[in-house]
Nanobody, 121 residues
Framework: QVQLVESGGGLVQAGGSLRLSCTASSRTFSGYAMGWFRQAPGQEREFVGA????????YYTESVKGRFTISRDNAKNTVYLHINSLQPEDTAVYYC??????????????WGQGTQVTVSS
């Protein structure tokens, strides 16, 4: 079992930037692909993007390409989500997840509790 804790959310004005962090308790963090998901009010949880075990491969949903960047630091057991040019529609609870395959959004098994991102206009 992997414990995941997100942080870095908050209230941001439209056009601003934010960096979310997700830290894992497992010593085998580097053995997992890591994904980011989000859930807006009244909406289903959606896939945002993911990163491979080594950090050399990433995969994003088309709607966030160019604004969202995922990176990881395996020495710190941490994955990051950098968001630029925030828009009100980015308002959501953001979750990180660990899985075996970075390229398949349906194969993430461990989840954090989420961190709230609110974008004001």
């Amino acid at each position: 079992q992997v414990q995941l804790v997100e942080s870095g959310g908050g209230l941001v004005q439209a056009g601003g930037s934010l960096r979310l962090s997700c830290t894992a308790s497992s010593r085998t963090f580097s053995g997992y692909a890591m994904g980011w998901f989000r859930q807006a009010p009244g909406q289903e949880r959606e896939f945002v993007g993911a990163i491979s075990r080594t950090g050399h491969m990433t995969y994003y949903t088309e709607s966030v390409k160019g604004r969202f960047t995922i990176s990881r630091d395996n020495a710190k057991n941490t994955v990051y989500l950098h968001i630029n040019s925030l828009q009100p529609e980015d308002t959501a609870v953001y979750y990180c997840a660990a899985g075996l395959v970075y390229s398949d959004p349906g194969r993430f098994d461990y989840w954090g509790q989420g961190t709230q991102v609110t974008v004001s206009s």
